[in-house]
């Protein structure tokens, strides 16, 4: 792309989809910088982009920088939740066997140790899942 050539619009002449992510990219570093979408749309618009193209291009991806900025945000509370269930799964896994080893004859606890443990086992593996999920 020559310096100072914006690619047209959707409909337009544009070079490349190559120019189209320069500009992409160059929106999303506007954006991040505090530019508004009205701003942005604007330089779209003296650079022959038709204002409704202009308008959703930008929004658009306005609004992928928004729900990654989000997904960004929430990953810490996300870790902190599943590693809270993994302490729980194993919390159950060891009450399972507390129940097991203190059966007696008179109270047999083993089929509701087991059932414990199971619960245990499927809440610390779910965890688990997400966890690795997140990298």
Do not use: C, Y
């Amino acid at each position: 792309m020559a310096e100072g050539e914006t690619p047209k619009g959707p409909g337009g002449s544009g070079k490349s989809s190559q120019a189209v992510r320069q500009v992409a990219d160059a929106i999303a570093k506007g954006l991040v910088n505090g530019r508004s979408v009205d701003e942005l749309t604007s330089d779209l618009e003296s650079r022959g982009w038709k204002q409704d193209d202009a308008r959703t291009f930008v929004t658009t991806i306005d609004q992928a920088r928004r729900g990654a900025q989000k997904a960004v945000d929430a990953k810490p509370t996300l870790r902190r939740g599943l590693l809270m269930h993994i302490v729980l799964g194993i919390l159950w896994i060891v009450a399972g066997v507390t129940l097991m080893l203190t059966a007696t004859p008179q109270r047999d606890l083993s089929s509701m140790g087991v059932a414990v443990i199971a619960f245990g086992v499927i809440e610390g593996a779910w965890a688990v899942r997400g966890w690795k999920a997140m990298k």
